[in-house]
């Protein structure tokens, strides 16, 4: 087995848990947990406040940000935060690598092509950048060790590529395309 890595998880948490639950179970022989459980934050807190208890409590030692990405996923500005907090935060000399996953609930799960509008836009630009990866929900623990070290190498290999320009957003985003 390989370095188990430093698994960061961010999700809509309302739509998405059974996903996050889902794949600590499958996959938590292969990577620590360094993810936010329900009820560790309390959303009443200030935006200020949550930004930086995440990136100083969870984000500042993980290695790879995985997204789990459903239906809503690109609306949710946590997810655009922690996203963020990602590629801001250094772990040793490096920011964390970051992937995605398109889960089975998502329209585009099992297309060849997904539709931009409808993943979380730090994600793609840092997709579209070469910096970070985007899959489909995987149950095989060998290909998900495999996603998890190409974006851990990633980070180094692709650093210079990694794009965290866009403005944090302020509030959630509705709506269809």
């Avoid at 600590?24 to 200030?46: A, L, M, R």
Wanted: proline share 3%; aromatic share 12%.
């Amino acid at each position: 087995m390989s370095e188990r890595h430093k698994v960061f998880l961010s999700y809509y948490h309302k739509d998405d848990n059974i996903w996050r639950e889902r794949f600590e179970e499958i996959f938590k022989n292969i990577f620590i947990n360094k993810s936010v459980q329900p009820g560790d934050i309390d959303t009443e807190d200030s935006a200020l406040y949550i930004k930086r208890l995440i990136q100083e409590e969870y984000l500042s030692d993980t290695s790879v940000l995985v997204v789990l990405i459903g239906p809503k996923t690109w609306g949710r500005k946590h997810v655009d935060w922690e996203i963020s907090a990602a590629l801001d935060a250094r772990v040793g000399d490096h920011v964390a690598g970051i992937m995605g996953l398109i889960l089975p609930t998502h329209d585009n799960y099992y297309d060849i092509k997904y539709d931009p509008n409808l993943v979380p836009p730090r994600l793609v630009d840092n997709q579209e950048s070469g910096y970070a990866k985007i899959y489909n929900w995987t149950e095989d623990v060998q290909l998900m060790q495999q996603y998890v070290q190409t974006a851990f190498e990633d980070r180094t290999r692709k650093e210079k590529y990694h794009t965290n320009k866009r403005l944090q957003m302020k509030r959630n985003r509705s709506g269809s395309f």
